[in-house]
């Protein structure tokens, strides 16, 4: 079966420390969606980070990169497999869920059940159908980004995950990048502060955590005691997109070079801070 994601760069042999992760830009919406919509197609639009992949695009250089095509109302690779709603899901086991997150009792689990227009699915999903998104679109993804990881430690003596995301506008005066580090649990806090440094160097304004924290890609593959740190990146889709936040804007190619920077500073962390910190 064709994968659901594109592969950019080397898994095997990563041409840099930093490895970079767009999970929520798909916008492949298989046929088999069709019969089972409830809301109007355009509806899931709502769960896009819409068009986050022509910045990463433009940003990666020749680091690896891994980009989601299927949509996020598929599936979520932003929530564990365990993040089932009972809702909509007739596979879903309370029992592996011993607290349920705030965002699967929000109905954002690992197969969405909602959208700001109202319900996503017009029936339960069976637990065969969630089995086969896991199987054909969860899995893979994740087994292949941990690979990717893993040998970028193996190569540089430490790899860093960016998991690049896109944000509804906060509102005026409101943070513009939002970083992520699972509250400095997924990554050193020098890498934080290298990131944040080359946001504000451009003018941003950034916040750490609020609202958006990071989700299950970081919890599943930061690991900063074995030398594998992850940040999430959330960025406000005014900088990028028009006025409709619907298509890529005047702001792309000056949102791809802010990317660019905040790549290479984490690049420059994991190559050269660590001889740093060991020669204090």
Request: proline share 6%; aromatic share 4%.
């Amino acid at each position: 079966m064709e994968a659901s994601f594109d592969i950019w760069g080397d898994t095997a042999a990563p041409a840099s420390p930093v490895v970079v992760s767009v999970p929520h830009a798909g916008r492949d919406y298989p046929p088999a969606i069709l019969p089972l919509l409830r809301t109007a197609p355009s509806g899931l639009i709502a769960l896009e980070d819409r068009f986050v992949d022509a910045v990463a695009l433009g940003a990666r250089g020749d680091r690896t990169m891994l980009l989601q095509r299927v949509p996020r109302a598929w599936i979520d690779l932003n929530r564990s497999e365990d993040e089932r709603d009972p809702t909509v899901d007739e596979g879903a086991d309370p029992t592996r869920q011993p607290t349920r997150s705030a965002k699967l009792r929000s109905g954002l689990g690992l197969v969405p059940r909602r959208v700001s227009a109202g319900d996503i699915w017009r029936r339960k999903l069976s637990d065969a159908d969630v089995r086969a998104r896991i199987e054909e679109a969860h899995r893979p993804y994740h087994q292949t980004l941990g690979a990717a990881l893993i040998a970028a430690r193996a190569r540089f003596g430490v790899a860093v995950l960016l998991d690049l995301h896109s944000m509804p506008p906060l509102g005026s005066g409101a943070a513009q990048l939002v970083l992520g580090d699972r509250f400095g649990r997924a990554a050193g806090g020098r890498f934080v502060a290298r990131a944040e440094a080359a946001a504000l160097a451009r003018g941003l304004r950034v916040a750490l955590n609020t609202p958006y924290a990071g989700g299950h890609v970081l919890d599943r593959h930061a690991a900063p005691m074995r030398h594998i740190h992850g940040l999430q990146l959330e960025l406000d889709r005014a900088l990028y997109l028009d006025r409709r936040l619907d298509r890529p804007g005047a702001g792309l190619a000056a949102t791809v070079a802010l990317v660019e920077a905040v790549i290479a500073a984490l690049e420059d962390e994991a190559l050269t801070g660590g001889l740093a910190l060991a020669a204090e």
